[in-house]
């Protein structure tokens, strides 16, 4: 069973718009969300994070809003650019789980068109 | 700022034999370093687990006869793959965690079989 889903896997997007990235997960101990960004023969880059404390993360073009809850997540990415065209990551972690084991979505590619 | 490093960065081996690889944290001490492999698939499939000062706990389909890892101190963990088949192909990445939640991978060790 996956525990933590990601929707859409693929996303299109003019420049300039927002793209919109849907994060799920099953496990309620989970207490923290980093997405990461992973652009092709690259490793994955820590892009931003939120823990289940906040409902909402925000660095820049970049937030994460946080529904608890419902056990959802999203990643928002305001004024979309070519260079934004990545795969991206959700991952999850509790707090109590030894060392720093992430549990990974299987990512939602997203191309930004000029 | 946090980085962390891999070598090499792609590495071809025949069927059979063993491959070696390293991960070093720059700019921060690495209390724990996870090893994941990422395939088309898979996604990212946890290998290891290392943190300092405990016994490394490896994932099930994982074990330390086939992958190895050694974590002698704060910046540095390695991990050789053993008798290399094809179904061990894919992009090694090393994540390392400092004080804090973050988690930072390196750029990944690609491994091909032939």
């Known amino acids: 069973q996956q525990q933590v889903r990601q929707s859409p896997q693929s996303l299109t997007v003019w420049e300039g718009e927002t793209a919109i990235l849907n994060c799920s997960y099953e496990n309620s101990a989970f207490d923290y969300f980093p997405w990461y960004q992973q652009f092709p023969g690259e490793g994955p880059a820590l892009l931003i994070s939120?823990?289940?404390?906040?409902d909402k993360k925000e660095d820049g073009r970049f937030t994460i809003f946080f529904n608890k809850r419902e056990k959802k997540l999203s990643l928002h990415i305001a004024d979309s650019q070519p260079g934004d065209s990545a795969t991206y990551f959700c991952?999850?972690?509790?707090?109590?789980?030894?060392?720093?084991?992430?549990?990974f979505g299987i990512g939602t590619r997203v191309l930004v068109r000029p | 700022g946090a980085l962390v490093y891999q070598y090499p960065r792609r590495t071809i081996c025949k069927s059979g034999t063993s491959m070696r690889m390293e991960c070093q944290a720059v700019g921060f001490q690495a209390t724990s370093v996870a090893w994941y492999r990422q395939s088309p698939q898979k996604t990212f499939e946890l290998i290891a687990l290392s943190t300092v000062n405990s016994a490394i706990k490896y994932e099930q389909n994982f074990t330390q006869e086939k992958f190895p890892i050694s974590h002698p101190n704060l910046s540095f963990s390695s991990m050789t793959v053993l008798n290399a088949y094809l179904e061990d192909r894919g992009l090694y990445l090393c994540?390392?965690?400092?004080?804090?939640?973050?988690?930072?991978f390196g750029p990944g060790t690609r491994l091909t079989v032939l």
């Open positions: 939120i823990l289940s404390v906040s």
């Open positions: 991952a999850a972690r509790e707090t109590n789980s030894a060392g720093n084991k992430l549990t």
């Open positions: 994540g390392a965690r400092g004080a804090y939640a973050e988690q930072f």
